[in-house]
């Protein structure tokens, strides 16, 4: 509760670490205005530095290198995880359509609310809370952050024409619309430096109507602005539908380059070996495997995770209970 790292997180992660491996966190919240989802931690106060600590030590005693992913969800949130019951903010004051649902801490889904747009004036905090929280994680011991820029939350919600309806200087042109993005990312790497620094985006993914009219081309802008800062870059998508995107963005950025999502071991492979992918990373799978490196090293058969044990509050069940290899199977 509060956005606390709960006591689970350090066998969780600790299962998943190898020597030399990168994992990145989960979603890990910049402000007590940025969570949408149950039990969402945060990194904007002391006490959750404290309790991060323990959960990278439990990383660094295995020889893994741990990056925290800082997230604001922004308008793809409900009054209930707002402070003071406030309206989620965003870029815009145009709701998330009905056809997606928010899971709610009763365990029942809603409908998302009417965001508030920021007024100009507020969003230097917005990027303020995002530099703080990345020097918060160095603090914590975390070795690096990655910029959580995908999937319609905050960051996306500025980037994509298809939300960012503003007439401000952060809305209309592409620099205009990128410009949230590249001011929290300098403001990041002016305090961590930019080998600590990662940005996520997904141009061409429309989750919680994240569309853009032109995604090759914020691709590519986004692209030439994290150029000159030399951040490590990671667009996020189905490994199929994106692959003609992913390789035109990989031939331009000049960074490492991280893909992301539905790889499979195979598909994996073939992207770092073709060198469309410095490299590939898993999610779902890892939190069903926590031997998934081992997994992949072997080609062994993979645990299938349960997807509605997801956001539930039991620390062990769907969580840390998931077998390794030559274990008994976990009952769920």
Same mark, same amino acid.
């Given at each position: ?10 066998? #969780? ?24 989802? @149950?039990?969402?931690?945060? !990194? ?10 323990? &959960? ?11 990056f ?5 969800? $922004? ?12 309206a ?14 928010i ?19 507020? !969003? @230097? ?15 914590a011991?975390f070795d ?5 820029g995908?999937?319609g939350? /905050? ?34 790497v002016?305090? /961590?430096?930019a080998?600590r620094?990662?940005v ?14 032109n995604p ?5 802008? &986004? &692209? ?20 003609r ?7 331009a ?7 992301s999502?539905?790889?499979?071991r195979?598909?994996?492979?073939e992207? &770092?070996?073709?060198?469309d ?9 890892? /939190?069903?495997?926590?031997d998934?490196v ?6 062994? $058969? ?8 997801? #956001? ?21």
């Amino acid at each position: 509760m509060g956005g606390l790292p709960g006591p689970a997180l350090a066998e #969780y992660y600790s299962q998943r670490a190898t020597q030399g491996g990168l994992l990145i966190s989960e979603g890990t919240v910049v402000s007590p205005a940025g969570p949408g989802f @149950p039990h969402v931690p945060g !990194i904007y106060n002391q006490e959750q530095i404290d309790g991060w600590k323990k &959960v990278v030590d439990a990383v660094h005693a295995k020889g893994g290198i741990f990056f925290c992913q800082l997230w604001h969800v $922004g308008r793809a949130s409900h009054q209930v995880y707002q402070p003071d019951g406030a309206a989620p903010i965003s870029s815009t004051d145009k709701p998330i359509s009905a056809r997606w649902k928010i899971l709610l801490p009763d365990g029942s889904y809603g409908t998302y609310p009417t965001p508030r747009r920021l007024a100009t004036l507020e !969003i @230097p905090d917005i990027v303020e809370q995002y530099r703080q929280a990345a020097i918060n994680a160095i603090e914590a011991g975390f070795d690096g952050i990655e910029i959580h820029g995908a999937h319609g939350y /905050i960051i996306d919600q500025f980037l994509k024409d298809g939300i960012n309806d503003r007439t401000d200087e952060y809305g209309g042109s592409l620099t205009n619309r990128c410009k949230f993005l590249l001011e929290v990312t300098r403001a990041v790497v002016s305090a /961590i430096r930019a080998e600590r620094t990662a940005v996520r985006v997904s141009p061409a993914i429309d989750h919680l109507d994240a569309y853009d009219s032109n995604p090759m081309q914020l691709g590519m802008a &986004v &692209v030439e602005r994290l150029n000159a800062l030399q951040t490590e870059s990671g667009p996020h998508g189905s490994a199929e539908e994106e692959s003609r995107l992913m390789r035109t963005l990989r031939g331009a950025y000049r960074g490492t380059f991280m893909c992301s999502g539905g790889y499979t071991r195979e598909l994996g492979l073939e992207a &770092v070996e073709s060198g469309d992918a410095d490299l590939v990373s898993f999610g779902r799978l890892f /939190i069903s495997n926590p031997d998934l490196v081992e997994r992949l090293r072997l080609n062994a $058969g993979l645990n299938k995770y349960v997807r509605k044990t997801f #956001y539930t509050p039991d620390p062990v069940v769907g969580y840390t209970d998931y077998p390794f290899l030559g274990k008994p199977k976990a009952r769920m």
